[in-house]
């Protein structure tokens, strides 16, 4: 199995410029998460899908932030548009489930290695 | 509001030495708490899970338990090696229909030889 996938890895824009970060859950994984880490703040939750809702958007910052999940494997985070205090690293996790009552490891969540967002 | 805090935000030790990495978090009403390694530039990497109803986890040198009612949770690992060294991170869900997990900062472990 190849993990959850994410691309680009790095990512250097301008300020204003429209950025779209993606991402590929592991096959058979069904919730999808958007965190967000800075030195300031730590990881922190923006979105999360299950079976291809979304279930809790608060954590998104502000309108200019907006996620998708067109199918049961991949999503999108746009920033439009972007700023520099968006500089952050994005990460991606799935699940096998979310909100289910499960046991063992099941709720486990795994990560993708993360963009890397400068916006200049 | 929930909110974990990890002690040590760093932490040395020589190789050999055993260690505890504490978490604590302030509402005890959790679902399950994850301990997680994250390496310079790259992403997380989930080492144990103990579900709200149990006390403890292992997984070869790594032990984690859980107190719900103190609202504290510990890593330990046993006979550190260099290969330790990374950020360790908690994270705690608070309820089964929400799954969005809550992490502390983390604690920075270097392991010297």
């Known amino acids: 199995d190849a993990g959850v996938i994410q691309s680009p890895r790095h990512e250097v824009t301008e300020m204003g410029q429209e950025v779209t970060l993606r991402c590929k859950l592991i096959?058979?994984?069904?919730?999808l998460f958007w965190y967000r880490q800075t030195m300031m703040r730590g990881l922190e939750l923006l979105i999360y899908f299950n079976n291809n809702v979304p279930i809790d958007d608060s954590g998104m910052p502000e309108d200019r932030f907006s996620a998708k999940m067109p199918n049961a494997s991949f999503s999108t985070l746009k920033i439009q548009p972007s700023e520099p205090r968006d500089s952050a690293v994005y990460f991606c996790?799935?699940?096998?489930?979310?909100?289910?009552?499960?046991?063992?490891?099941?709720?486990?969540?795994?990560f993708g290695p993360g963009t890397r967002l400068t916006v200049l | 509001k929930q909110e974990v805090t990890q002690i040590p935000a760093a932490l040395s030790v020589p190789e050999g030495e055993n260690l505890v990495l504490n978490c604590s978090f302030t509402d005890s009403a959790i679902y399950n708490l994850q301990w997680f390694r994250q390496d310079p530039g790259k992403g997380l990497t989930s080492l144990l899970l103990i579900q709200s109803s149990q006390r403890e986890q292992t997984s070869g040198r790594l032990n984690a338990s859980l107190d719900k009612s103190s609202g504290r949770s510990t890593l330990y690992i046993a006979a550190s090696q260099p290969g330790d060294s990374a950020t360790y991170l908690c994270?705690?869900?608070?309820?089964?229909?929400?799954?969005?997990?809550?992490f502390g900062k983390g604690t920075t472990l270097s392991v010297s030889s």
């Open positions: 996790a799935s699940s096998l489930a979310g909100g289910v009552r499960t046991s063992g490891r099941t709720d486990t969540q795994y």
């Open positions: 994270a705690v869900i608070v309820s089964q229909a929400g799954t969005a997990l809550i």
């Open positions: 096959s058979g994984h069904n919730s």
